[in-house]
């Protein structure tokens, strides 16, 4: 297809894209407390706003507990259901990764009640507690995924030569498993991490009231009208996203990752 | 030997994984099956019985409008968003490395977008002081800057925002992978570039391309607060209100019994789509 044709079809859907980021980012920069395009006067006050307003900073506070805590539990059940797939692939280890990855299968509603029902059966509705491991459970299948991509790239004849050579399993896991997939491990924990910051469904039907996060405090404040700091969250949002995905990308096979055979690199 | 040892701890390590997802997430689903036959409590949240009454609820021409406004919408942005993605992605696999991987950053950041953030920046490009409005009055289309939302149209745009970057994902892969010399043998043998598009690449990828749909579907049909920022409460989904029922009605039995109607709907969806894909192979 002509080249001209082909880069102006890229740049629309680029801009169609990008627009709504490039009025937040305008916005976030106002002077005057109002939703201005293009901005009146410059000014980074609503960024140090986010530092320094009490509510703001707690519910930052709640959100990278959060997300630390729920990457942390999806990657712990993912590694070892990856590796009990790789290795085994009977049918129970096909049934456990579909259970594995079926969070992601349906509209995100449907966990969230689930949740909801279960936390106030057992008892700790509205802990921050709850949202973790909610957010952990519902994202176990970002990790699963890359750990199995990690995993299938394995030459399995290293593993049987290590077995010749006398390793048992837990020293083949250890000094050549591990390392292997130790940059899938790590995309699939910062997957992970940047889905629970901006997940905004579940924490607020778990515990939205007690445990105040990012994106639901940005929600109740749309709702007593617009403030310059919801814009300079969005951008927070998005420059942390663009920093954790570029460091993918500048440190692993981001193609791969995403699915290319050939590596793009 | 270490042979027994080492089987047990092969098997050993399914436990943990076992027992997590089991415990939270196949449980919390049978309760909520289970909740809604329950009847509604107005003090506690709800009272155990075995009751159809919920299920009933779905047979009034309310919630039939709910549900075809929440199906048609999800659609409509499934076929856009499909529609775009998949010359988009041909293009961008085209590209060179270094190109693509700038591409895949932006577009999983466009991804992880909290639905919040797209809400909230959609309301703002489309409002009357820091939109498109300003630009179309300054150019001279409009006489003066209005605001576009709350709209139908906004809406779409919204879902269409919301369900692209999940579809050009699906699609790259297939497409990253589709030989580059088939188009190209296709013109050589005189076929114009927008004819061996069509003639080639998209007949190859037609169960990406289904599926690529069905995910979009299924995504934006879960889609919660866009309804509530960019439309009018007649576009509310069934999303908006199995949480509307839970948290402000305070009726979970209900919300329970629409959140296992969606689940089905979406469950007969990827079935649908997997058999289709089964039929084509």
């Known amino acids: ?265 | 030997m270490s042979g027994v040892a080492d089987r047990l701890r092969d098997n050993g390590v399914a436990v943990y994984p076992t027992a997590m997802l089991l415990v939270f997430f196949l449980i919390p689903f049978l309760i909520m099956f289970a909740v809604s036959f329950f009847s509604r409590d107005e003090g506690a949240f709800f009272t155990p019985a075995f009751d159809l009454a919920n299920y009933a609820r779905f047979l009034s021409p309310f919630f039939f409008k709910v549900l075809v406004t929440s199906l048609g919408l999800s659609a409509a942005a499934a076929v856009i968003s499909v529609g775009v993605a998949v010359p988009f992605t041909y293009f961008v696999t085209r590209m060179g490395a270094g190109a693509q991987s700038v591409i895949l950053v932006f577009l999983l950041s466009v991804l992880s977008l909290s639905e919040v953030i797209i809400g909230f920046a959609w309301s703002t490009l489309l409002s009357q002081t820091a939109g498109i409005g300003n630009l179309l009055a300054a150019l001279g289309i409009l006489e003066s800057s209005r605001s576009f939302t709350p709209s139908l149209g906004a809406l779409l745009l919204g879902l269409c925002y919301l369900g692209f970057p999940y579809a050009v994902l699906v699609i790259y892969p297939a497409l990253s992978r589709l030989d580059p010399e088939l188009p190209e043998a296709a013109r050589m043998l005189g076929a114009s570039p927008i004819r061996s598009f069509f003639n080639i690449v998209v007949p190859m990828l037609r169960n990406t391309i289904t599926g690529a749909l069905i995910l979009v579907f299924v995504f934006t049909l879960g889609a919660y607060l866009l309804p509530q920022v960019l439309g009018r409460p007649q576009h509310w989904t069934l999303s908006v209100h199995i949480t509307d029922q839970a948290i402000f009605q305070s009726n979970l039995p209900f919300a329970a019994a629409m959140a296992i109607f969606l689940m089905l709907v979406s469950l007969a969806m990827v079935g649908l789509s997997s058999l289709l894909g089964q039929k084509r192979m």
Not at chain 1, 124 to 142: D, E, K, N, P, R
Not at chain 1, 172 to 181: C, E, H, Q, S
Not at chain 1, 221 to 241: C, D, E, K, N
């Open chain 1, 1 to 265: 297809m002509p080249a001209l044709f082909r880069n102006l079809f890229i740049l629309l859907v680029v801009l169609f894209l990008a627009a709504p980021l490039v009025v937040i980012l305008g916005v976030s920069l106002n002077e005057p407390k109002r939703l201005l395009f293009p901005p009146e006067g410059f000014s980074l006050q609503w960024y140090a706003e986010l530092f320094r307003a009490n509510d703001w900073l707690g519910a930052l506070r709640n959100s990278v507990v959060i997300a630390l805590g729920a990457s942390a539990i999806a990657v712990s059940i993912a590694l070892p259901l990856a590796l009990y797939v790789w290795r085994k692939q009977n049918r129970l280890a096909k049934a456990l990764f579909g259970l594995g990855v079926a969070p992601f299968m349906l509209p995100p509603v449907i966990s969230a009640l689930g949740f909801m029902i279960f936390w106030i059966t057992v008892g700790f509705y509205g802990q921050i507690g709850a949202t973790m491991v909610s957010h952990g459970v519902f994202l176990v299948t970002l990790p699963l995924v890359t750990i199995s991509l990690g995993l299938e790239g394995i030459d399995r004849q290293l593993i049987e030569a290590s077995r010749c050579m006398g390793a048992n399993s837990r020293m083949v896991f250890r000094t050549l498993i591990f390392p292997l997939v130790r940059p899938y491990v790590m995309s699939g924990f910062a997957f992970a991490f940047v889905l629970s910051l901006n997940e905004y469904i579940i924490a607020y039907m778990v515990a939205g009231f007690t445990a105040e996060t990012l994106p639901i405090k940005i929600f109740n404040s749309l709702r007593y009208g617009y403030t310059p700091v919801m814009a300079s969250v969005a951008v927070f949002f998005v420059m942390t996203a663009v920093l954790i995905y570029g460091s993918i990308a500048r440190f692993g096979d981001l193609p791969r990752l995403l699915g290319a055979e050939r590596s793009a690199g």
